[in-house]
């Protein structure tokens, strides 16, 4: 039982250059969540999927494209990825509506954009 | 929407002493609290929640304490050891999706 497991764990890009992260989780979750990280920033939420086929924005969508096409993956692309978006990215999974709202995290994946 | 503050944005205590960090969120539609807390490279792990229901709640050396009037909420951590050291984030969320909004964190250090 993996929990939540994000691929690649680094990775560096050049401005303009486009990427996907892979979020997967093998708890059956529901709800999946992608989060960045930023120094002095908190976790700020980027998309989230309540369900297969499901997605909606979060806070700071801007740049950001998500597709969750299985229950148990999650993929946020960056289509021309700018130097802002250098940042940690966390995906989070959970159980689903109710009252069992505890999110769990992948271990993040540290992006550069130079 | 809904906007979390948390203080202090650092916290030095000597092992054995206590640590508290204040939460305020603005949406008094929030009813679920968790606090996390990420050590060093590492990913946010939930320590404790409580729902608005509740006025507060213990596990072992952590507390958290609501109070639904002022709209704040704080993490009380007694007997500090130096595995208490990380980053400690606060969130806030009232809709069935889950959603959490973070406060920016503490970053917390217990020197032996």
């Known amino acids: 039982n993996a929990g939540v497991t994000q691929t690649p764990k680094f990775r560096v890009l050049k401005t303009g250059q486009s990427m996907t992260l892979l979020c997967a989780q093998d708890?059956?979750?529901?709800?999946m969540y992608w989060y960045r990280q930023d120094p002095g920033m908190g976790l700020r939420l980027i998309h989230y999927?309540?369900?297969?086929?499901?997605?909606a924005k979060g806070e700071v969508p801007d740049g950001y494209n998500v597709s969750r096409l299985k229950k148990q993956n999650f993929l946020l692309g960056l289509e021309s990825a700018a130097p802002s978006q250098t940042s940690v990215y966390f995906c989070?999974?959970?159980?689903?509506?109710?009252?069992?709202?505890?999110?769990?995290f992948g271990a993040g994946t540290r992006l550069s954009v130079l | 929407g809904e906007n979390v503050e948390q203080h202090p944005s650092t916290l030095s205590v000597q092992e054995g002493d206590s640590a508290v960090i204040k939460c305020t969120y603005s949406?008094?539609?929030?009813?679920?609290f968790p606090w996390y807390k990420q050590e060093l490279g590492k990913r946010p792990q939930l320590i404790i929640d409580?729902?608005?229901?509740?006025g507060e709640k213990k596990d072992q050396r952590i507390a958290v304490t609501l109070n639904k009037t002022a709209k704040h909420f704080s993490l009380h951590i007694t007997e500090t050891q130096p595995e208490d050291s990380a980053v400690y984030f606060c969130?806030?969320?009232?809709?069935?999706?889950?959603?959490?909004?973070f406060g920016a964190g503490t970053q917390v250090v217990v020197t032996p």
């Open positions: 989070a999974s959970r159980y689903g509506g109710g009252a069992k709202n505890i999110q769990y």
């Open positions: 708890m059956n979750h529901e709800y």
């Open positions: 999927s309540v369900g297969e086929g499901t997605t």
């Open positions: 949406d008094s539609a929030s009813n679920y």
């Open positions: 409580i729902r608005s229901n509740v």
């Open positions: 969130a806030a969320s009232k809709d069935s999706w889950g959603k959490l909004q």
